[in-house]
């Protein structure tokens, strides 16, 4: 072979390895920019999902503020941190809301739970669960309202051992062939309440002065 063919040659292979890298970046970069956009497009619907289930247990009557600026986060029971959503009317806090969960008959269940400044319940609403269709899916407020139950509610009305089902000695309904969903439900409530009455001064502080955690308590 001469040595011009073996320099085409040569040259020819450079190419096609510059032309395949070539390829390979490009590719690399649509995958890049497509699973951004798709994570920008999957957040920007997380947020609208969110602020529609904050929007049923926060009414837009009791505040003037995007619910979802500005949270608080604080410690929960289990050190875990709690993101906490302030209904704003000015500066004074009409109302708040988190997510509470239980473990229910299949798997865990996740709630909001939104508490007026003075621990009562303004409602509860059901995020997501796994629960048998027809039977725990009750706790949905499109299948039963079940769940409006516990309106106007607090830790001490009923009394904090009357927050079980009636099977259990307490004061809320079971579902007929399902008592392990509404139970962890009540708990998951209950233990939401609860966690206002520890933070009350924390969650409930003007906007203008309010705090990342409560200093006058340690993480429980």
């Known amino acids: 072979m001469s040595l011009l063919a073996v320099l085409?040659?040569?040259q020819s292979i450079a190419y096609q390895a510059v032309l395949l890298g070539g390829f390979t970046l490009l590719a690399a970069v649509l995958l890049v920019a497509g699973n951004l956009a798709t994570h920008e497009t999957i957040a920007l619907?997380?947020?609208?999902?969110l602020k529609a289930s904050l929007s049923q247990v926060l009414p837009p009557a009791l505040h003037d503020n995007d619910l979802l600026?500005?949270?608080?986060?604080?410690?929960?029971?289990?050190?875990a941190p709690v993101v906490v959503y302030r209904a704003l009317r000015g500066l004074?806090?009409?109302?708040?809301a988190y997510r509470v969960s239980g473990s229910g008959?299949?798997?865990?269940i996740e709630l909001i739970l939104g508490v007026d400044p003075h621990g009562r319940v303004l409602g509860a609403r059901v995020l997501s669960h796994a629960e048998t269709p027809g039977l725990g899916d009750k706790i949905e407020l499109a299948k039963d309202d079940w769940i409006l139950a516990f309106d106007g509610l607090s830790l001490g009305d009923p009394p904090p051992e009357h927050w079980a089902v009636k099977k259990d000695g307490g004061d809320f309904d079971q579902f007929s062939g399902a008592t392990i969903t509404p139970r962890a439900v009540v708990g998951a409530l209950k233990r939401g309440l609860e966690f206002f009455q520890r933070h009350q001064v924390a969650l409930t502080a003007p906007a203008a002065v309010s705090v990342a955690s409560d200093p006058a308590?340690?993480?429980?």
């Open 8 to 10: 085409n040659q040569r």
């Open 45 to 49: 619907r997380k947020a609208e999902d």
């Open 69 to 79: 600026a500005d949270p608080l986060t604080l410690p929960g029971a289990d050190g």
């Open 92 to 96: 004074e806090v009409t109302g708040v």
């Open 105 to 108: 008959y299949s798997g865990l």
């Open 217 to 220: 308590r340690s993480p429980e």
